[in-house]
């Protein structure tokens, strides 16, 4: 499958936003569903949002409340995921995904391609 490579991390103080970014193939973005999840110290992987390639979006409501959109621009191959009022438990590893269209995007086990990760850390 294609690469994914995920950044825009850093680190940020409770209250501030970044926006990370998952850059792919033209076919990917097109044709996947685009994920992202993370994986915070010593818990597992959790599905924060996804995109399809209809622009359907779905969350994580519990966890993102609100504060994080997903969005994609086909013409740049990217997909991003934009985080606002970021607080202390949002501090994670946070990777992109890609599926194949219609299996369930809130699994991992639907992803056939993973980007390495970018990290993300909110202090108080």
């Known amino acids: 499958q294609g690469q994914l490579v995920e950044s825009g991390g850093g680190s940020v103080q409770a209250g501030e936003s970044l926006r990370l970014s998952c850059t792919t193939s033209?076919?990917?973005?097109?044709?996947?569903?685009m994920g992202w999840f993370r994986r915070a110290p010593g818990k597992e992987r959790e599905f924060v949002a996804a995109?399809?390639?209809?622009?359907?979006?779905?969350y994580n409501v519990e966890s993102v409340k609100g504060r994080f959109t997903i969005s994609k621009d086909n013409r740049k191959n990217t997909v991003y995921l934009q985080m606002n009022n970021l607080e202390p438990d949002d501090t994670a590893v946070y990777y992109c995904?890609?599926?194949?269209?219609?299996?369930?995007?809130?699994?991992?086990?639907?992803?056939?391609?993973w980007g390495r990760g970018t990290q993300v850390t909110v202090s108080s």
């Open positions: 995109i399809s390639r209809s622009d359907t979006t779905a």
């Open positions: 033209p076919r990917i973005t097109a044709w996947y569903t």
């Open positions: 995904g890609a599926a194949q269209p219609g299996a369930p995007a809130r699994i991992p086990g639907s992803y056939e391609s």
